[in-house]
T-cell receptor, first 115, second 115 residues
Framework: DADVTQTPRNRITKTGKRIMLECSQTKGHDRMYWYRQDPGLGLRLIYYSFDVKDINKGEISDGYSVSRQAQAKFSLSLESAIPNQTALYFC??????????????FGEGSRLTVL | GNSVTQMEGPVTLSEEAFLTINCTYT??????LFWYVQYPGEGLQLLLK?????DKGSNKGFEATYRKETTSFHLEKGSVQVSDSAVYFCALSALTTSGTYKYIFGTGTRLKVLA
């Protein structure tokens, strides 16, 4: 089984709908992240969490919210989806960079299309 | 602020050709440097890393050397294969003024290797 699992892998929805993307990990890491990938823009950080009680905004958090339900679970919500949120979304985890390289482990991605 | 600049693609090579993908960075302090690879339909996975100046990361025939004097971390492979076709991301992890580590990704370079 994958260390970082994302569901759904693909989703097509309509403008204004609420969408939740879920992520679970078996790495035992405290740190979890949500990224968005767009062609030509690389990866941009949406939200990150360093433990269950810690939630932080990334560089493009507007229009998104997150919930850290447990150490292993971190979900991303779009309360009212809009077409420019069409993208590939990645969840990632890491250990503490201060105690090592802090390598990121990624899920396989959730492709979201908003019509 | 911190940033990563990598050469734009796509890069198209014939099998067994030599590969170089350029990556330069700006960062305060002493960042860790990474190359991640994204195969079609998959998430990003770590290809190699270097944590201090003059370190050489290597994996699967790929190499990159942390050059502090030129702030570069160029990816090289002596003989590419069709299976190396993927998108390659250069990234850094650096300590911010708030005391947390932040990852910065380049925009990615698509490599296509022809048989």
């Amino acid at each position: 089984d994958a260390d970082v699992t994302q569901t759904p892998r693909n989703r097509i929805t309509k403008t204004g709908k609420r969408i939740m993307l879920e992520c679970s990990q078996t790495k035992g890491h405290d740190r979890m992240y949500w990224y968005r990938q767009d062609p030509g823009l690389g990866l941009r950080l949406i939200y990150y969490s360093f433990d269950v009680k810690d939630i932080n905004k990334g560089e493009i958090s507007d229009g998104y919210s997150v919930s850290r339900q447990a150490q292993a679970k971190f979900s991303l919500s779009l309360e009212s989806a809009i077409p420019n949120q069409t993208a590939l979304y990645f969840c990632a985890t890491s250990g503490d960079p201060g105690q090592g390289t802090g390598e990121l482990f990624f899920g396989e991605g959730s492709r979201l299309t908003v019509l | 602020g911190n940033s990563v600049t990598q050469m734009e693609g796509p890069v198209t090579l014939s099998e067994e050709a030599f590969l170089t993908i350029n990556c330069t960075y700006t960062a305060t302090g002493y960042p860790s440097l990474f190359w991640y690879v994204q195969y079609p339909g998959e998430g990003l996975q770590l290809l190699l890393k270097a944590t201090k100046a003059d370190d050489k990361g290597s994996n699967k025939g790929f190499e990159a050397t942390y050059r502090k004097e030129t702030t570069s971390f160029h990816l090289e492979k002596g003989s590419v294969q069709v299976s190396d076709s993927a998108v390659y991301f250069c990234a850094l992890s650096a300590l911010t003024t708030s005391g947390t580590y932040k990852y910065i990704f380049g925009t990615g370079t698509r490599l296509k290797v022809l048989a």
